[in-house]
């Protein structure tokens, strides 16, 4: 039996990079892929990879990453440098979020409702580490979760983009 969500994802408050809140009702009808990320990690290249997915899906898919402190603080920089650094680094053009808490007392409320079964439906998970990544179908249901590991452009993901 598949429980329903609690909350729809898209009533949750999050700012961009800029400080402006997101309104994530417009991105209902395309699938979002939620990424924690951060500019001195291992996995950063994957932002190459996260462009290139955003350029070949972006009529059915919104990429937005969430630059985060919380694993080997590997994003120290300000909401200033963080996003110099995407654009002059890898040309970001995907949407950038405030920095957040993904796990611990402080955790965000979407990464309450992207890790906690009793909110988001269908699965509870534990951020592991930087780009870990969360697919949310065009319904603003819980599609599937990620490791680290795994690159954007794997058929693990592109297989529901198709």
């Known amino acids: 039996m598949i429980a329903a969500a609690t909350q729809s994802v898209y009533n949750i408050a999050i700012n961009s990079i800029q400080g402006q809140p997101i309104d994530l009702h417009q991105f209902r ?3 979002i892929l939620f990424v924690n990320v951060a500019s001195k990690c291992g996995f950063t290249p994957q932002y190459r990879d996260l ?4 350029d070949k899906y972006k009529e059915t898919l919104v990429i937005i990453a969430l630059p985060c402190n919380q694993f080997g603080k590997q994003e120290p920089g300000t909401a200033e440098e963080i996003q110099e650094y995407c654009e002059i680094n890898y040309g970001i053009s995907f949407l ?3 920095k957040i808490k993904v796990k611990g007392a402080d955790q965000h409320p979407l990464y309450q409702w992207l890790t906690k ?6 699965q509870n998970t534990t951020v592991k580490w930087n780009f870990q990544k969360y697919l949310i179908d065009e319904n603003g249901e819980f599609l599937n979760y990620y490791y680290s ?3 954007p452009t794997s058929s693990r993901i592109t297989k529901y983009l198709k």
Do not use: D, S, V, Y
């Open 29 to 31: 009808g395309k699938k």
């Open 51 to 54: 462009q290139k997915l955003q």
């Open 96 to 98: 950038i979020t405030e």
């Open 117 to 122: 079964k009793a909110l988001n439906g269908k």
């Open 149 to 151: 590991i795994t690159n």
